[in-house]
T-cell receptor, first 113, second 112 residues
């Protein structure tokens, strides 16, 4: 099916563990984004990518690592998870840099215990 | 510092009436504004957008108004339906930027 999919949908991990959230899109959109949604903050940008092998930091990048070896995939890794990273994570993609319309995945609810 | 502000966390409207959701922004470089709708346990979905060269954009029951001098935009839903009950996010982007700046969202409840 065409679209943008995130996996897993739910994840519980322990403090200090490494965890990777996956994001896959089938439109061949150049731009991909990772946001986190927290109560009282709305959605905040973690990292974004303009193309394969091109990534850049967003508003809240600390503690996260991304890679983009293929256009369709944009995994987000928490190198050493902390409780403050408990959140809902959304991946998005868009066709142009102007971000006229970004398409979002269904989200990954991550709990760090 | 929050550059896109939605000062009303929640709004309750009767079915058939107009819903007005408000959004203010502080960054004068923003030139494109979007509204996203989000249901629980789902990702945000695009609803409607407006470029800074316009002051109104309409799509069916949804109309977005932009007042650049006041740095204010609003989303009107007429008539409101129970299926419109969701969280609405206002977002903005600047021509030179890649990403969206989101407000905190307004939870709309449309009651029968």
């Amino acid at each position: 099916d065409a679209g943008i999919t995130q996996s897993p949908r739910y994840k519980i991990t322990e403090t200090g563990r490494q965890v990777t959230l996956m994001c896959h899109q089938t439109w061949s959109h150049s731009y991909m984004f990772w946001y986190r949604q927290d109560l009282g903050h709305g959605l905040r940008l973690i990292y974004y990518s303009a193309a394969a092998d091109i990534t850049d930091k967003g508003e809240v990048p600390d503690g996260y690592v991304v890679s983009r070896s293929k256009t369709e995939n944009f995994p987000l890794t928490l190198e050493s998870a902390t409780r403050s990273q408990t959140s809902v994570y959304f991946c998005a993609s868009s066709e142009t840099a102007l971000n006229t319309e970004a398409f979002f995945g269904q989200g990954t609810r991550l709990t760090v215990v | 510092d929050q550059q896109v502000k939605q000062n009303s966390p929640s709004l309750s409207v009767q079915e058939g009436r107009i819903s007005i959701l408000n959004c203010d922004y502080t960054n004068s470089m923003f030139d494109y504004f979007l509204w996203y709708k989000k249901y629980p346990a789902e990702g945000p979905t695009f609803l409607i957008s407006i470029s800074s060269i316009k002051d109104k954009n309409e799509d069916g029951r949804f109309t977005v108004f932009l007042n650049k001098s006041a740095k204010h935009l609003s989303l009107h839903i007429v008539p409101s339906q129970p299926g419109d009950s969701a969280v609405y996010f206002c977002a903005a982007s600047a021509n030179s930027g890649y990403a969206l700046n989101f407000g905190k969202g307004t939870s709309l409840l449309v009651t029968p």
